[in-house]
């Protein structure tokens, strides 16, 4: 796959979840906007791409010489290999995914929580940005407010 392809899809699916995004933060309680989200229409999509990239390149970029003994369990192979732009586009589209569904997640989880969406925003920029953290902050808020980790 050609770099400017590869740019290509960078650029599509990193400004395809912004919309979705800005509909979770700026209308957490729209039910049918979260179900657009948590239905898992765009999550799954990228998923697909991913799949896709998997598939038609990433898959050969672990048969690559350069790559080929790689040690996954290695900081410095793995790095190599994330050097390898097809592999690099695939683990970006992972994360858009992954981020946007624990995103959807949360705003459903919230609503039936009842919090305000001066306590939620900040949280869901959280996960836009640093995933993990959003998520993290979220199970404490939902643990200082309902005194519970888990959801029902």
Do not use: K
């Not at 997640?105 to 993990?132: C, E, F, N």
Request: proline fraction near 4%; avoid cysteine; charged fraction near 10%.
């Amino acid at each position: 796959m050609s770099t400017e392809v590869l740019s290509l899809g960078f650029q599509i699916a990193s400004w395809s979840v912004l919309p979705f995004w800005a509909m979770l933060i700026l209308m957490p309680d729209w039910e049918a906007g979260s179900r657009l989200v948590a239905g898992a229409i765009l999550p799954a999509l990228l998923a697909a791409a991913y799949l896709v990239l998997l598939a038609a390149g990433a898959g050969a970029a672990f048969l690559a010489v350069e790559v080929q003994d790689a040690d996954l369990f290695s900081l410095a192979d793995l790095s190599a290999l994330f050097q390898v732009p097809v592999v690099a586009l695939a683990g970006w589209l992972h994360y858009l995914a992954f981020d946007l569904f624990v995103g959807a997640w949360i705003a459903r989880d919230s609503r039936r929580m009842h919090l305000s969406l001066l306590l939620l925003a900040p949280v869901l920029l959280l996960t836009l940005v640093l995933g993990p953290v959003g998520l993290l902050f979220y199970i404490l808020l939902r643990f200082m407010l309902a005194g519970r980790l888990a959801a029902d």
